[in-house]
């Protein structure tokens, strides 16, 4: 199966303060997107319906940007990207991720991202 790499955008009026807050806190990343989280050592142990998956935080500048290598990626050139970046124009957040996925699962992907952001606005306000 070929992977696909995912480049979505989307917009927020919350700060990239409060964002990097929600992607690299455990009482964050719960309201939002997993249902259960554990870091140790750099190494994130996010659970979702009873299963773990492992990422290695692989880089983490503080409220711009922050790369997670998944333990179980098909690749090694596979990785989950946060960038968030404050428009100079609107002066609002464009928070920029980066993912792969299988090919015949670009459509689904993409709607699972849609709904994870749009809890992720309804914490953040934005």
Known sequence: MTRTKLELEFI????????????TTPSCLIRWFCDEVDINDGV??????????????????????IRF??????S???????RMTKSP????????ITDFCDDNEVAEQKLLW?????????????
């Open 12 to 23: 927020f009026r919350a700060s990239p303060k409060i964002l990097y807050q929600f992607w």
């Open 44 to 65: 994130y142990s996010f659970v979702w319906d009873g299963f773990p998956e492992l990422a290695s935080l692989v880089e983490d500048v503080e409220e711009e940007r």
């Open 69 to 74: 290598k998944w333990e179980d990626a098909p």
């Open 76 to 82: 090694e050139e596979e990785y989950l990207e946060i």
């Open 89 to 96: 124009v609107t002066a609002e957040t464009i928070l920029e």
């Open 114 to 126: 849609e709904s994870q952001i749009k809890m992720l606005r309804q914490e953040t306000g934005g």
